[in-house]
Every structure is written in structure tokens, then in C-alpha cells.
């Protein structure tokens, strides 16, 4: 009898352990199927990020456009289309406006119809700008003296930093997260608009400025800085009390002698106002 017990429960162990192997397989294969569906949700859920982030590219790349463009001007940014296609790396702005700041007559200190580019995209992936080509096709832009005689030009935050002192970004900082190896510049026109006086003047002044080059500018700043040398050179409104020495530190790497003109062209006034009081 006590034999027969020995093998019931030795049978019933072997039963027991049996059983238990069983379900440690079971709860394995379950724990991998919980893993496996975990990566899987996990892979998803990175795919839909990217496919979200590339489908909304336009909408983000739109509103840092428009904050940096604020930042460097101090002034309202509006713009009407952006398209970006990351290959080959293609970059198009339609309708650009930068808006006067309160107490200046008129909507716009400068419209610019397009802006077309070529970026690298490995540097954006990486959070910064680097321009091989920059298209700026600008149409209008306003200079305004109101009531109180002041010039919008001087509310311009690019022009107030030059003015307060020398550039904190040198001209040979390779880091810099922004930079345009080749800037393509057209201008149609300046509107000079004088409401200082008690009959306001408006004058018009064609500047012909067709695809002038540059090269190597390294912030929003820079372009900025450049528009504005480029618009008082070329429409002679030396005495709006603009900054031009200033403004024109740190283009030597332009490459388009505007430190030269700026020169010629204060020599230029001084000598017109040396014969006046010898006079």
C-alpha cells in the first residue's frame, strides 16, 4: 500500500512540475508578445510623429521664419504662403510683409513678393540655417518721417543694435546657426514719405537694384542692414541721420565693396559741405 502512495504522489509531483512549465512557457511567450506589440506601438507612434512633423513642416518652418524676421526688424511680420521641400532642399515665401510700428503713417515698411532658396538639409535637421542661395525679390519699401519727426528706419531693431555698439557676432564666426553662402538682391523702389511738414511730400525713387550679389552673411541682421545701405546709397538720402558706418561693420566678407561706397560716399558730403561754409 505505502508503495502505491509513493507512486500516486511522485506522479502527482511530476504533474505539479508539469503544469508549472506550462505556465512559465505560457507566461514567456505572453511577456515576448507584450514586448513585440510595445515595439511596435512604439515604431508606430515614431512614424506618425515624423509623418505629422512632415506634414505640418510648412505651418513650423513658416512661424520661426516669421519670429526671426520680427526679431531682427521689431516690427509686425505677415506672411502669405510658405513652401518647403526637403528634397532636394528647396525653400519658396510668397508675400512677405513687414509692418510700420505704431505712429507711422502707412501699413508697410517693405513688401517683398518672393523669396526662393536652397538650404542644406542635414543643417536644418540639426537646427540651423545654412543658405547656399537666397532669392530676395523685394518691391516696396517705405521710409516714413511722421508728425513728430521721427524715421521709421530707426525703430528697426538690426539698426538700433548697430548704433548701440559693435556686433556681438563676429564676422568670421564659423558656429553661427544662420548663414547664406550667396544672397541675390532686386529692389524696384523706395517711397520717401515726409509727414513731418505741415503739407506731407511723398517722393518716389526708382533704385534699379537687379541681382546684385553677396556672399557669406551670417543672421537675418545682416540682410537687414544690407537692404537698408543698399536703399540709402542708391536713392542719395544721405540726411535721414542713419548709422552708415555702423550699420556697414562687419561686411567686409560681403563682397560687394559697400563699405567702399559708404566711404565715397561720406567723403562725397563732406566735401559738398566744405564748400558750402567756405562760402
Partial sequence: MAKYQS????????????????????T???????????????????L?????????????????????VQKAMGMKVAINQLDLELFPGELEIKGLTVYNPPGFEGEALVKIPSIDAEFDLPTLLAGKFHFRYLNL?????????????????????????????????????????????????TLSHVNNLNYSKRHPSVQRIPLGIYRERFYNLRSIDDIVKLVVVRVV???????????????????????????????????????????????
Avoid: C, W
Wanted: charged share 20%; no cysteine; glycine share 8%.
Fill in 137 to 185: 525679390n523685394i518691391n516696396e519699401f517705405n521710409i516714413v518721417k511722421n508728425y513728430n519727426k521721427e524715421l521709421n528706419l530707426n525703430r528697426i531693431q538690426a539698426i538700433v543694435k548697430a548704433n548701440s555698439g559693435p556686433a556681438t557676432t563676429p564676422a568670421n564666426n564659423k558656429s553661427t546657426s544662420f548663414r547664406i553662402d550667396q544672397l541675390v538682391l
Fill in 233 to 279: 546709397l542708391k536713392a542719395g538720402l544721405y540726411n535721414l541721420g542713419l548709422p552708415l558706418r555702423a550699420l556697414d561693420a562687419g561686411f567686409s566678407h560681403a563682397g560687394n565693396s559697400i563699405g567702399n561706397g559708404i566711404n565715397n560716399t561720406t567723403r562725397g558730403v563732406n566735401r559738398f559741405f566744405k564748400k558750402i561754409f567756405k562760402k
Fill in 7 to 26: 507512486i500516486y504522489f511522485l506522479q502527482k509531483g511530476v504533474f505539479k512540475m508539469g503544469k508549472t512549465v506550462s505556465r512559465s512557457k505560457t
Fill in 28 to 46: 514567456a511567450r505572453k511577456s515576448k508578445i507584450s514586448i513585440g506589440k510595445i515595439a511596435v506601438l512604439v515604431i508606430l507612434g515614431l
Fill in 48 to 68: 506618425a510623429l515624423i509623418l505629422l512633423v512632415y506634414l505640418g513642416r510648412n505651418f513650423l518652418i513658416k512661424t520661426v521664419v516669421a519670429i526671426e
